[in-house]
């Protein structure tokens, strides 16, 4: 498999001399036939991916940005397992996208069609693991003319070339520089799996790591430049709304002051060429606002704070509560008109001895990275350099080319270390207020930086949904019939809605699963696993709903539900419930949830991660809610760095419970209410329940699924299938801290 | 504009300085300091944790003229190459994800282990009130017993 990916995407590997080391880049035959593309000139500076240097220190360049869940280190051991190295050698560094738009396939072609993603892939390792082996052969190769011996008699290991008959040895960068320019006959093969020394065996913490405890790891925030100036920004409360006026004169004179700057959307420059973003502009619009340029921040803060602003809240002002929303919502839903989007049989036509329906709600979520918004430019009239803590470099590039108006042969982009990522520095609207403030001052390099207050007001949120189910239940309490509509604002994704297992594991005869739209101004985008996050809370708690209206255990009915689809979810249930001593009996006021999800699948068997988790919850009669321990366990196939997938496991579910217990964002006015982390809660150390990860579920199954996504999904459901297994109280929308949980 | 003198992992500073800006944001526009974070700006998360003649401290709610001749420590000053005992169970143990929080969390720990060297999970809950959006609370827990174990061995 991994010869055929390479051969059919006809890849070259080259090599270079680079300050006395070897250097390999990886070529792709059609780009080098043609022209570049994007209007893009041919340019012979290397795009390296894999450096080896005389001192035998390794770097890695990775076109992933690191956003925490170990995308670069991932790469790295990659390439280590075939290229025999000492890993403590082996350092990481940023590609940069202007190096693919002057040279294209330099890093993006065949690999992700974008800078960001996941480096863990299967489809990425083959390409990474051929530098690899071709580093180590041209080693070998080189080593080998210098002895004047065979290339068989010679084994790398640990960074080291050794000649077996004769004992001889010598360290990879002393012959890094003649490997750069020896002939390989053929590029040698890959080792298979059963002899991996790295991958699977090992468990290598984040490269990164040691520049992070000791303070010195840039982020985006960190960034510091020659002469550098620091805004401060504020845009229209109301998302859609427009700067109506505003008073430079009263903070020009204050400390530090240098400028005061209208942020307006209508004059974007645009690309002086045709644009390739990665998910195109819509969404990265400029937001109307007003920015203050000072010496420091903090004078630019305060001068911004002293600023008279007056706003034109537009249409958005209509959505003047949450209630109005849901009213609006269910007056769709009540319809059953929705576009269908999965069908089986005919669900009209069952006769169920039971029926029953229920509508669910998740609110807006913002992302909250610990990394405010922010970023810095600097912009002259012909050039444009761009330092960021982007999820995807080749978003935010041709952003900033699109906001600055400059060629971008001469717009050049820095990736920095990202404070978390999960879906919010992709869509680039944050570039866009960056380059959009820097422009206006040119010459000199501006950081701007969004407060805390600024960041969640001005998000992309989770978008808002509803779904409604209705489903028949026949004689023996099963599911005849399943019906399904959402109703969302913003992305149309319904992931985890349409491809639910349920409606493709052929236990249900009659499904039908549409969705509908409730338009909005609110800003709306990627959270970590996209409406499947909020999905995954819909679905396992109406089917968990469909379960105590048919009489049957919550566990044995998901286990029938799926008993002729991928068995790893039965093992996945199974495991959960034993572990967390499913039926066993508990005081009142406490009980037990199940639920099950992945991502992602696309209704497709043995694919994506698997996660189920049991929560064992106690409420108290005043409606307190403690989540006493999360039985957790989940199959996405192998594991490559178990660890790493370990720590995504325990951030996601972290994630999931605090998405689910404390996050919704209220809308009142057509603005967001909460501004910080007082009325935004986040879980704290105290907050934290035991949570309990089993390995044994893991299927073996020859895929290396992504696992920072799956577990957000079924840790909310699970809880709230807790609940009402407590108290008797179906809890049909989150976050729980703002449901009515009391009983007697 | 006033002149604070203070010192930070042990440097003299002097600087001439609106007194009301934060101790965060001296540290890190003023004096190019940048392993101190910026999180909130309200003292919820901790991410911006100094030490303030020794005692664990928010920076971002400190306006510097507060520390005139007061002894700051950062993430910078926390060991001399990074290999405080935090620091290395925290690479060890694999603690960060995004990172960003834990220049914060350190400090936070490193005043809990010398007020308390041998702190119960009920003391480090009191005391790590820091905000980790990453969840990496358990393996800090786990890195803070480690480090207490350690020390008492």
């Known amino acids: ?744 | 504009m006033t002149t604070i003198k203070f010192t930070v992992n042990g440097q003299a500073q002097s600087l001439d300085i609106d007194p009301t800006t934060p101790l965060l944001w001296t540290l890190r526009d003023h004096l190019q300091m940048t392993g101190t974070k910026f999180g909130c700006g309200i003292g919820m998360c901790g991410a911006c944790t100094v030490h303030l003649n020794g005692n664990a401290t928010r920076s971002c709610l400190i306006p510097v003229q507060a520390v005139d001749g007061a002894d700051i420590a950062t993430i910078e000053g926390l060991s001399e190459s990074g290999d405080h005992i935090l620091q290395k169970l925290w690479v060890e143990l694999n603690v960060p994800q995004c990172g960003y929080c834990q220049s914060g969390v350190l400090m936070a720990a490193a005043d809990l282990l010398k007020r308390i060297p041998n702190p119960s999970d009920e003391e480090i809950d009191a005391n790590i009130s820091n905000i980790c959006r990453c969840g990496t609370y358990p393996r800090i827990r786990e890195g803070i017993r480690r480090a207490a174990q350690e020390m008492g061995a």
């Open chain 1, 1 to 744: 498999m991994t010869q055929m990916k390479m051969s059919r995407r006809k890849f070259l590997i080259t090599s270079a001399t680079v300050a006395g080391g070897l250097s390999l880049q990886l070529v792709p035959i059609d780009a080098m036939a043609a022209t570049g593309k994007n209007g893009g000139q041919r340019d012979s500076a290397l795009s390296p991916w894999l450096t080896i240097q005389a001192d035998d220190t390794i770097i890695v360049t990775v076109p992933t940005p690191e956003i925490g869940n170990g995308a670069s280190t991932q790469q790295a051991m990659n390439i280590a397992e075939e290229l025999a190295c000492d890993w403590q050698r082996v350092n990481v560094e940023f590609a940069s996208f202007s190096r693919e738009y002057k040279q294209p396939g330099s890093y993006a072609v065949g690999m992700q069609p974008f800078f960001g993603g996941h480096s863990t892939d299967h489809e990425r390792m083959p390409y990474t693991m051929q530098l690899g082996a071709s580093a180590r052969e041209r080693l070998k190769l080189a080593a080998a003319q210098r002895w004047n011996v065979s290339i068989t008699e010679i084994e790398a290991r640990n960074s080291v070339l050794k000649h077996l008959p004769s004992g001889r040895t010598l360290r990879f960068g002393e012959v890094a520089a003649e490997a750069a320019s020896v002939v390989l006959e053929s590029e040698p093969s890959l080792k298979p799996q059963s002899e991996w020394t790295l991958l699977g065996k090992t468990k290598p913490h984040k490269v990164q790591l040691p520049k992070v405890v000791n303070g010195s790891a840039k982020y985006g925030v960190d960034v510091t430049r020659p002469g550098m100036v620091y805004a401060a920004l504020r845009q229209s409360p109301v998302h859609g709304g427009l700067l109506k006026s505003h008073d430079p004169e009263a903070v020009l004179s204050m400390p530090g002051v240098r400028a005061v700057v209208v942020i307006d959307p209508s004059a974007t420059p645009g690309s002086p060429v045709d644009a390739s973003p990665t998910f195109g502009f819509e969404g990265s619009e400029c937001r109307s606002g007003v920015a203050v340029i000072a010496d420091h921040y903090w004078q630019a803060k305060k001068a911004l704070d002293a600023l008279p602003v007056e706003w034109d809240d537009g249409l958005g002002a209509f959505w003047n509560s949450d209630e109005k929303i849901h009213e609006r919502q269910d007056r769709i839903l009540d319809r059953w008109a929705g576009a269908p989007l999965t069908k089986s049989g005919n669900v009209d036509t069952v006769k169920a001895a039971k029926t029953i329906e229920a509508t669910y709600r998740t609110p807006f979520c913002e992302h909250a990275t610990m990394e405010p918004l922010n970023g810095t430019a600097l912009y002259t009239e012909d050039s444009l350099e761009l330092w960021h803590s982007t999820q995807d470099m080749q978003q935010a590039f041709w952003v900033a080319v699109d906001e600055s108006g400059v060629h971008p042969d001469r717009v050049t982009i820095h990736q920095t270390m990202v404070g978390g990522g999960f879906g919010r520095r992709v869509i680039g609207d944050d570039v866009r207020a960056v380059v959009a403030v820097a422009r206006q001052y040119p010459g000199v390099p501006v950081k701007v930086i969004w407060s805390r207050e600024e960041t969640t007001q001005q998000g992309a949120y989770r978008t808002q949904l509803a779904a409604r189910f209705r489903a028949g239940l026949n004689e023996q309490g099963m599911l005849e019939s399943l019906e399904g509509e959402t109703c969302f604002s913003g992305m149309a994704l319904n992931l985890g809605f349409t491809d639910m297992a349920y409606a493709f594991s052929g236990a249900i005869p009659n499904v039908r699963l549409a969705a509908s739209n409730l338009p909005m101004h609110i800003a709306t985008g990627a959270y970590r696993a996209p409406c499947y996050n909020a999905h995954a809370f819909t679905v396992e708690t109406f089917i968990d709903e469909c379960a105590v209206a048919g009489g049957i255990d919550p566990l044995e009915y998901r286990l029938k539900l799926l008993a002729d689809w991928d068995p790893a979810w039965s093992h996945c249930l199974k495991l959960a419930a034993e572990r967390a001593g499913w039926g066993k009996p508990l005081p009142k006021g406490q009980g037990r949830g199940i639920a099950i999800s992945n991502w992602p699948h696309s209704g497709e068997k043995q694919a994506g991660a698997t996660v189920c988790a049991v929560a064992h919850v106690e409420v108290s009669q005043e409606g307190k809610l403690t989540v006493h321990s999360i039985d957790f366990t989940f199959d996405c196939g192998r594991t490559v760095n178990l660890d790493a997938v370990l720590a995504q496991l325990e951030g996601g579910i972290i994630f999931g419970l605090n998405m689910s217990l404390n996050e919704g964002l209220t809308i009142v006015d057509g603005a967001v209410v909460e501004s910080n982390f007082d009325r935004y809660p986040m879980l704290k150390m105290a907050d934290i329940p035991e949570i309990k990860i089993h390995l044994e579920a893991l299927s073996g199954h020859d895929r290396f699924a992504i696992i920072g996504e799956a577990p957000v999904g079924p840790i909310g459901p699970a809880i709230g299938n807790a609940i009402y297994q407590a108290i008797g109280k179906r809890v049909r929308s989150t976050p729980f801290r703002k449901q009515d949980l009391s009983w007697s």
